[in-house]
């Protein structure tokens, strides 16, 4: 069975500082694509970052960049020079197999506080 | 980019009513939408998968009768709460899929439905 796991329920971080959101996954599906969504307190689903089982590179968005490490399954989301803005819910997702038609999964999910 | 609209964004009503909520895919088609719960400071719980012109997939512990999906057409899907009562309050949250299945494709989520059982 799948399993994503937040361990961070929630983060204080400066304005300006970098921050890392960890998770951690659990699969035996060989193909796999890992997401982070970041949900303001308005409450819709934002798109941040994807990562496949396969890249063979870390992907990067913007601020946003995505730690993998396949062999520990794990991809941690870092997000360089924080705003205020980022203030949020962070959650990491995983999509069984290499389809956009399989369901995601999501994490418990990190709160995200930045001090200004 | 891909946009999703989800509607009404809230609901209040008295207890017994059934309340439909629609989803529906602005710019591609949707073969696959799914439907997610989310309690207060909770994490999105998936409760069906919606195909187009075919019966949802139900997550266990959802209950088919009491959430009715519909996904009729390409763009659309709808998730019905029948008879709804206060433990049925929640935010409800669709997203959708688009035909390409690449798998880099995110899911396009709406914005959300909060509904409230008086």
């Known amino acids: 069975a799948q399993k994503i796991t937040q361990t961070q329920p929630g983060m204080f971080v400066q304005e300006k500082e970098a921050v890392t959101l960890d998770c951690t996954y659990d699969?035996?599906?060989?193909?796999?694509?890992l997401f982070w969504y970041k949900q303001p307190s308005s409450g819709e689903m934002i798109f941040l970052i994807y990562?496949?089982?396969?890249?063979?590179q870390n992907a990067t968005e913007g601020r946003y960049s995505l730690n993998f490490q396949k062999a520990r399954k794990s991809a941690n989301l870092v997000i360089s020079a924080s705003q205020l803005g980022d203030s949020a819910m962070y959650f990491c997702?995983?999509?069984?197999?290499?389809?956009?038609?399989?369901?995601?999964?999501f994490g418990s999910g990190t709160r995200l506080s930045i001090r200004p | 980019g891909a946009v999703v609209s989800q509607h009404p964004s809230r609901v209040i009503c008295k207890s017994g009513t059934s309340v439909k909520i629609e989803c529906r895919s602005l710019?591609?088609?949707?073969?696959?939408m799914f439907w997610y719960r989310q309690f207060p400071k909770q994490s999105l719980m998936l409760m069906a998968t919606?195909?187009?012109?075919?019966?949802?997939?139900?997550e266990q512990g959802v209950e088919k009768d009491k959430f009715l999906i519909n996904h009729a057409s390409l763009t659309l899907s709808t998730l019905t709460v029948t008879s709804a009562h206060p433990e049925d309050s929640s935010f409800y949250i669709c997203?959708?899929?688009?035909?390409?299945?690449?798998?880099?494709?995110?899911?396009?989520f709406g914005d959300g439905t909060r509904l409230s059982i008086l």
């Open positions: 997203s959708a899929s688009g035909t390409a299945g690449r798998s880099n494709q995110p899911q396009h």
């Open positions: 699969t035996s599906d060989p193909s796999y694509g």
């Open positions: 990562q496949g089982s396969y890249d063979q």
């Open positions: 997702a995983m999509r069984r197999f290499y389809s956009s038609a399989s369901k995601i999964i």
């Open positions: 710019d591609f088609q949707a073969t696959t």
């Open positions: 919606s195909n187009e012109g075919s019966k949802a997939t139900y």
